[in-house]
């Protein structure tokens, strides 16, 4: 590619959330403005009755720009696909005629398309007398130090025996999941991982060269998956062998081929 990436955003109504369609626009132009692309045009589909692909007028003006010979354009900036969607499995049209023409298709999902994400990233207080204010609803709930304290003699023999070789991860996982709910010590970790989450949480908040350095290791990532993704056209993409072995090797090989290509 160029030192200059002039990029499309494309959405299909369909394949969105309709509470969600507002967010998709700032989200890709935050996106590529990150990666410090050029955003050419954004081309909406907003006419839902229209089921067939070939009769949508952005589909058509979205083709008709990649091809034309006064248009340069690097990558296609799309909504990740979404199960609440009207037409969630339609973006595969959109894949397959990305890979034929050679596009990168970016996906982006902001994060508040997620069911739960406010709660998978809540922050929670301190007991209520010692709370910051400055948490607000963000702060709502609170860490239950008395149960870590009650269990904490316990959590310290499941980390030694861990580390010791004596217990695998695996199984402590799948006896912590059993009757998660009435295991204390499921419960006691769950109580240490929160606060753990939030010590990290609030740094990421207040420290902006953090967060710096993790949206440059993110943007790295996705730039390497979205290689990968590309380079991996055969059989759209899915790993059809069952076998462990097998799919562990095609994971390697699509590892080794991708760096192959960059480096």
């Known amino acids: 590619m160029s030192s200059q990436t002039d990029v499309l955003i494309y959405m299909d109504v369909r394949c969105v959330p309709e509470s969600a369609r507002n967010e998709f626009t700032p989200a890709a132009e935050a996106y590529a403005a990150a990666h410090e692309w050029t955003v050419r045009e954004l081309i909406v589909d907003d006419e839902p009755r229209v089921v067939s692909r070939r009769g949508r007028p952005g589909w058509q003006k979205l083709k008709g720009m990649v091809g034309s010979p006064d248009v340069r354009v690097d990558s296609v900036i799309a909504p990740s696909e979404d199960r609440l969607a009207e037409s969630p499995g339609d973006m595969n049209v959109l894949k397959a005629w990305a890979e034929r ?9 902001p994060a508040a398309w997620t069911p739960g994400a406010a709660k998978a990233m809540a922050l929670l207080q301190v007991p209520r007398d010692a709370a910051s204010s400055s948490l607000s609803e963000a702060g709502q709930n609170v860490i239950d130090w008395g149960l870590i304290e009650t269990r904490f003699r316990d959590l310290i023999q499941v980390a030694i025996s861990v580390r010791e070789g004596a217990i695998s991860s695996t199984l402590l996982l799948k006896r912590l999941r059993s009757g998660s709910k009435k295991n204390a010590h499921y419960m006691a970790f769950r109580e240490v991982g929160c606060a753990i989450r939030t010590v990290q949480l609030l740094t ?8 710096r350095r993790v949206t440059a290791a993110t943007n790295k990532v996705d730039s390497y998956n979205a290689v990968a993704e590309w380079l991996h056209f055969g059989n759209g993409g899915v790993i059809a062998d069952n076998d462990p072995v097998e799919q562990e090797k095609a994971a390697k090989f699509l590892s080794l081929l991708t760096n192959c290509v960059i480096f």
Do not use: A, G, K, N
Request: hydrophobic share 40%.
């Open 101 to 109: 023409h050679e596009i990168f298709l970016r996906f982006v999902r």
């Open 204 to 211: 990421y908040l207040s420290d902006p060269s953090m967060r």
